[in-house]
């Protein structure tokens, strides 16, 4: 059987460009590929290229060379985006709006309507854990309440795919448990999750597949049993050695 | 169409519960009041003054509040980061403008109303005559808001508010003074300078097409021809400004 690949990266790279002459490279020449089902985890140290890569796959940035896919098409795609979901790191919404009305917005973009939108905003209402919440202004949101209101925007298409810029960051204990919780059921529903993150307990628990990347290069990528000799090392170990030995090398 | 209602649904909902946006409509009001008020106390008494103090303070905080909130419009987008939200579903980019600039226009629609009542009806509180030119003069104010909140829009595409801002009250003044360049460019010698201030007066906004404050206050009506030059210039020249924003806005990465 062949295999299903939802997203594909081919030595994607990424060169900003500001004047006089001075050339920044975020990301160079990165391959990977992301299974249908499966839950991806992209690591790296702060500014290591994880949310340009994110970015590429949302089309919000074009690549500089090499291509990306996204189930099977291009990202900017509006039959591939209506199939995606997204989660931005640390969500701004839009603060004058209660948390239905913004899930109401969200929902007019993919052009829902009637008791279906109604039906689905609720049901998303209930799995995140906000429906008493719905009617309160997102501005008195607390962080993990944002968040969860922002995996509820990401879903309202019932996507294929989602994508989760660092989901988990900068939560309290509760905040970080119940998005956890929510991760675990969207992978037990079989959606492909794509997610970046720096927290490794959280990629050691949730992840089938990971990729370091380092200065905008992958350093090395696997399955999580594989990277760490099944279980023998922690990943944080593994994501620490890997980071030195680039390091020293001068990668 | 669904999308573009939610966008501009949602722009007008973020501008009207703007505190900043409330307090300088309040103040707006305020200002007409008092600005009729004093064209009473005047010398004279004259009722040129009490109309056209009024008319210029509906005008002005037209242009104000367009050019304040126009300017911040796509950038607050961007620096909330909400825009991520909105273009990574399929909403086509050029779709995301016209929706934020329809939110934009149908407050500034509610806000020159609200500001042409309160004009009109202390006039006739005052037992000033309403004439149809007044109520034209209002209309012609809302057109070039047309003009000024696309222009805004264009800038804000490419440019941080406080720059925005600078460039839209530059063409602004530019813009009701733009018979000068037209004069200039006759006179100038053939040649260079005459092609570059023709060219200026063709390309940058001419909103003289749109003033006829001073005029009307005298009992002036704008005949048909004039009323429909207005409103073909504004839709023209804002159509042309939106085609360059779109392309701009398709092109930028985030």
Same mark, same amino acid.
């Given at each position: 059987?062949?295999?299903?690949?939802?997203?594909?990266?081919?030595?994607?790279?990424?060169?900003?460009?500001?004047?006089?002459?001075?050339? /920044?490279?975020? =990301?160079?020449?990165?391959?990977?590929?992301?299974?249908?089902?499966?839950?991806?985890?992209?690591?790296?140290?702060?500014?290591?290229?994880?949310?340009?890569?994110?970015?590429?796959?949302?089309?919000?940035?074009?690549?500089?060379?090499?291509?990306?896919?996204?189930?099977?098409?291009?990202?900017?795609?509006?039959? /591939?985006?209506?199939?995606?979901?997204?989660?931005?790191?640390?969500?701004?919404?839009?603060?004058?709006?209660?948390?239905?009305?913004?899930? +109401?917005?969200?929902?007019?973009?993919?052009?829902?309507?009637? %008791?279906?939108?109604?039906?689905?905003?609720? +049901? =998303?209402?209930?799995?995140?854990?906000?429906?008493? %919440? %719905?009617?309160?202004?997102?501005?008195?949101?607390?962080?993990?309440?944002?968040?969860?209101?922002?995996?509820?925007?990401?879903?309202?298409?019932?996507?294929? =795919?989602?994508?989760?810029d660092e989901p988990t960051s900068g939560l309290d204990p509760l905040g970080h448990k119940q998005i956890g919780r929510i991760i675990k059921? =969207?992978?037990?529903?079989?959606?492909?999750?794509?997610?970046?993150?720096?927290?490794? /307990?959280?990629?050691? +628990?949730?992840?089938?597949?990971?990729?370091?990347?380092?200065?905008?290069?992958?350093?090395?990528?696997?399955?999580?049993?594989?990277?760490?000799?099944?279980?023998?090392?922690?990943?944080?170990?593994?994501?620490?050695?890997?980071?030195? +030995?680039?390091?020293?090398?001068?990668? | 169409?669904?999308?573009?209602?939610?966008?501009?649904?949602?722009?007008?909902?973020?501008?009207?519960?703007?505190?900043?946006?409330?307090?300088?409509?309040?103040?707006?009001?305020?200002?007409?009041?008092?600005?009729?008020?004093?064209?009473?106390?005047?010398?004279?008494?004259?009722?040129?003054?009490?109309?056209?103090?009024?008319?210029?303070?509906?005008?002005?905080?037209?242009?104000?509040?367009?050019? #304040?909130?126009?300017?911040?419009?796509?950038?607050?987008?961007?620096?909330?980061?909400?825009?991520?939200?909105?273009?990574?579903?399929?909403?086509?980019?050029?779709?995301?403008?016209?929706?934020?600039?329809?939110?934009?226009?149908?407050?500034?629609?509610?806000?020159?109303?609200?500001?042409?009542?309160?004009?009109?009806?202390?006039?006739?509180?005052?037992?000033?005559?309403?004439?149809?030119?007044?109520?034209?003069?209002?209309?012609?104010?809302?057109?070039?808001?047309?003009?000024?909140?696309?222009?805004?829009?264009?800038?804000?595409? #490419?440019?941080?508010?406080?720059?925005?801002?600078?460039?839209?009250?530059?063409?602004?003044?530019?813009?009701?003074?733009?018979?000068?360049?037209?004069?200039?460019?006759?006179?100038?010698?053939?040649?260079?300078?005459?092609?570059?201030?023709?060219?200026?007066?063709?390309?940058?906004?001419?909103?003289?097409?749109?003033?006829?404050?001073?005029?009307?206050?005298?009992?002036?009506?704008?005949?048909?021809?004039?009323?429909?030059?207005?409103?073909?210039?504004?839709?023209?020249?804002?159509?042309?400004?939106?085609?360059?924003?779109?392309?701009?806005?398709?092109?930028?990465? #985030?």
């Open positions: 059987m062949m295999d299903d690949w939802i997203v594909e990266a081919v030595g994607l790279t990424k060169v900003y460009t500001s004047f006089p002459r001075k050339r /920044v490279t975020t =990301l160079d020449n990165v391959s990977f590929k992301v299974r249908r089902g499966e839950t991806f985890g992209l690591l790296g140290p702060n500014g290591a290229g994880k949310t340009t890569s994110q970015k590429l796959f949302l089309g919000l940035l074009r690549p500089s060379s090499g291509s990306v896919r996204v189930l099977g098409g291009e990202p900017d795609d509006p039959e /591939v985006r209506a199939r995606v979901g997204f989660l931005p790191e640390n969500p701004y919404f839009y603060t004058y709006l209660t948390g239905r009305e913004f899930l +109401e917005f969200c929902a007019a973009l993919f052009d829902m309507r009637g %008791a279906a939108k109604h039906q689905r905003i609720d +049901e =998303l209402l209930m799995l995140v854990g906000m429906s008493s %919440a %719905a009617e309160t202004q997102l501005r008195r949101y607390s962080k993990g309440m944002l968040q969860r209101i922002g995996i509820a925007q990401a879903l309202i298409n019932d996507p294929e =795919l989602i994508f989760l059921t =969207l992978k037990a529903e079989g959606k492909t999750l794509f997610f970046n993150s720096h927290i490794m /307990v959280d990629v050691e +628990e949730l992840c089938d597949q990971v990729a370091i990347l380092h200065k905008g290069r992958l350093v090395a990528s696997g399955t999580v049993g594989a990277l760490t000799g099944d279980g023998r090392e922690s990943l944080e170990d593994v994501f620490v050695r890997t980071i030195e +030995e680039a390091e020293a090398i001068g990668r | 169409m669904n999308q573009i209602v939610a966008i501009a649904r949602n722009t007008f909902l973020e501008t009207i519960r703007d505190r900043i946006l409330n307090a300088i409509l309040v103040f707006a009001v305020l200002l007409i009041v008092a600005s009729i008020l004093l064209g009473q106390l005047s010398a004279g008494q004259d009722i040129k003054i009490i109309k056209d103090l009024g008319l210029a303070s509906v005008s002005f905080f037209g242009v104000v509040i367009a050019i #304040f909130v126009g300017t911040s419009l796509v950038h607050k987008e961007l620096d909330k980061r909400t825009v991520f939200v909105v273009l990574t579903k399929p909403v086509n980019r050029a779709r995301f403008l016209v929706g934020k600039l329809l939110g934009l226009m149908t407050t500034l629609t509610m806000l020159t109303i609200l500001m042409g009542l309160a004009y009109l009806g202390l006039l006739v509180f005052l037992g000033v005559p309403v004439e149809v030119g007044l109520f034209q003069a209002i209309m012609f104010s809302w057109l070039e808001l047309i003009v000024l909140t696309t222009m805004t829009l264009l800038f804000s595409t #490419f440019s941080s508010p406080v720059l925005s801002m600078l460039y839209a009250f530059a063409m602004y003044f530019y813009g009701h003074n733009a018979q000068t360049f037209k004069l200039l460019a006759q006179k100038a010698a053939p040649g260079l300078r005459e092609l570059l201030l023709g060219a200026y007066y063709v390309v940058l906004p001419n909103l003289t097409h749109f003033d006829i404050k001073n005029r009307v206050v005298y009992g002036y009506t704008a005949g048909f021809e004039q009323v429909g030059l207005a409103i073909a210039y504004s839709l023209v020249y804002s159509l042309g400004l939106f085609c360059v924003a779109a392309v701009i806005f398709h092109k930028r990465e #985030f």
